[in-house]
């Protein structure tokens, strides 16, 4: 079963940084591509950036590059969000899933965790 767990969110201010963390199982996670979602107020779901498999490739949504760093550890089957920076605009709960442009498992979302900036 695919399962998806996000973590790291928080209350922050405007120009701090936060780390989420995404634990994954039930899919071969080390050779998958996967990336990180947003939802913030009012609007759908949107990419924020993505990883390839073999940890080479990226690519990210305007609003993130050079501000959001991702990442992944094999070993522990997690991808990570480091974001700097951050900006009102950029409160949502962010999410995580396999693919690079598109989510691969649209029906097995995780809950998400939600991140706030706000001074």
């Known amino acids: 079963q695919v399962q998806f767990v996000e973590s790291g969110g928080g209350l922050v201010q405007p120009g701090e940084s936060l780390r989420l963390s995404c634990h994954v199982s039930?899919?071969?996670?080390?050779?998958?591509?996967m990336s990180w979602y947003r939802q913030t107020p009012g609007k759908e779901r949107e990419l924020v950036g993505g990883l390839s498999g073999d940890g080479y490739g990226r690519n990210w949504m305007d609003y993130a590059k050079g501000r959001f760093t991702i990442s992944k550890d094999d070993a522990k089957m997690t991808l990570y969000l480091e974001m700097t920076n951050l900006q009102p605009e950029d409160t949502g709960v962010y999410f995580c899933?396999?693919?690079?442009?598109?989510?691969?498992?649209?029906?097995?979302w995780g809950q998400g965790t939600q991140v706030t900036v706000s001074s």
């Open positions: 039930g899919f071969a996670f080390s050779t998958s591509d």
């Open positions: 899933n396999a693919g690079y442009w598109r989510p691969k498992f649209d029906d097995s």
